[in-house]
């Protein structure tokens, strides 16, 4: 089983910076199937990016995605009031279909 | 509009079973892969189980295999998770969640419901 792990836990920056989000997979996977959501408190996640680049439908351009094989990042250019939320990254696609990382905490400095 | 509503959930004593439903509208809902994910009270995200578009192919995660069981009624727009002997660890909030391009469970979840609570306490 692929293994998904997310660095930093918590992220302290203030709006307007840039912020930089890391997801390291256990073994190389397709970057096909990586996909990055945000979650608010009391919220339902919200899918940022499919296929380690690609937006969801509605998402700000400041919220891009990168990365291969083992390495994945996503990355918000300026940082929203609104931006400050747990982002997690999934792996998806093979069985089991859908495994999450820990999550990275983005929080106000 | 799509809309993604979870019910079911409630307060059980270790050992019980719930079902959980998910009614979906605002999308041609056969022609979707379903997926159910949990999060624990404080944790992150746990995928639990997937079902394909047609009914016809399901997966678990292993901390649920043979105690957990998937189904769904296209006629309906409605996704179940059937939840048998259930332990403290399954306490969570259960979110139902929708594959984003199609019934194959390989792809993203694009919409999620706002889910329903799960508590196992005696």
């Known amino acids: 089983e692929i293994v998904l792990t997310q660095s930093p836990g918590t992220l302290s920056l203030s709006p307007g910076e840039r912020a930089t989000l890391s997801c390291r997979t256990s073994q190389s996977v397709s970057g096909r199937y990586l996909a990055w959501y945000q979650q608010k408190p009391g919220q339902a996640p919200r899918l940022l990016i499919y296929?380690?680049?690609s937006r969801a439908t509605g998402i700000p351009d400041r919220f891009s995605g990168s990365g291969s094989a083992t390495e994945f990042t996503l990355t918000i250019s300026r940082l929203e009031p609104e931006d400050f939320a747990v982002y997690y990254c999934q792996h998806y696609g093979i069985s089991p279909p859908g495994t999450f990382g820990g999550g990275t905490k983005v929080e106000i400095k | 509009e799509l809309q993604l509503v979870e019910s079911g959930g409630g307060l059980v004593q270790p050992g019980g079973s719930l079902r959980l439903s998910c009614a979906a509208s605002g999308f041609t809902f056969s022609t979707y892969a379903m997926t159910w994910v949990r999060q624990a009270p404080g944790k992150g995200l746990e995928w639990v189980s997937g079902?394909?578009?047609?009914?016809?192919?399901?997966y678990y995660a292993d901390s649920v295999k043979g105690r957990f069981t998937i189904s769904r009624n296209n006629y309906r727009n409605t996704v179940y998770l059937q939840m048998n002997s259930l332990r403290a660890e399954d306490t969570a909030v259960y979110y139902c969640?929708?594959?984003?391009?199609?019934?194959?469970?390989?792809?993203?979840?694009?919409?999620w419901g706002q889910g329903t609570m799960v508590t196992v306490s005696s």
């Open positions: 296929g380690s680049s």
């Open positions: 969640a929708k594959d984003r391009s199609g019934g194959w469970l390989d792809d993203a979840f694009d919409f």
């Open positions: 079902m394909s578009g047609s009914g016809g192919t399901a």
